[in-house]
């Protein structure tokens, strides 16, 4: 059974980096990385498909970055120039049958920037 385990959140002064990532017990065709902040519907940061296409959120274009290793099965979301509003936290979610549709999630590793 798959599972997704992520790590790497922390506590961040803004302007900083942070990597996350989620190791994937199993492979899955398209990958990618949500956040929820408090009171906030939880909403998309940056997917990658089967290809390697990236696709990511307006609010974080130009500054985070998401890759996969396939080799090692993680899947990786390089945070730059953070911003307090980047705090949430970070789940992993995997669509394990190309169906359009994020059916695995991790438990989710939280994310705080301070000003």
């Known amino acids: 059974q798959v599972q997704l385990v992520e790590s790497g959140g922390g506590s961040v002064q803004a302007g900083g980096s942070l990597r996350l990532s989620c190791l994937a017990s199993?492979?899955?065709?398209?990958m990618g990385w949500f956040r929820q902040a408090a009171g906030k519907e939880r909403e998309a940061v940056a997917v990658i498909n089967k290809r390697g296409n990236p696709a990511y959120a307006d609010s974080v274009k130009g500054r985070f970055a998401i890759s996969k290793d396939n080799a090692e099965s993680t899947l990786y979301l390089q945070m730059s120039s953070l911003v307090p509003e980047d705090t949430a936290m970070y789940y992993c979610a995997a669509d394990r049958f190309c169906s359009g549709s994020f059916d695995l999630w991790g438990q989710g590793t939280q994310v705080t920037v301070s000003s």
């Open positions: 199993g492979a899955s065709p398209s």
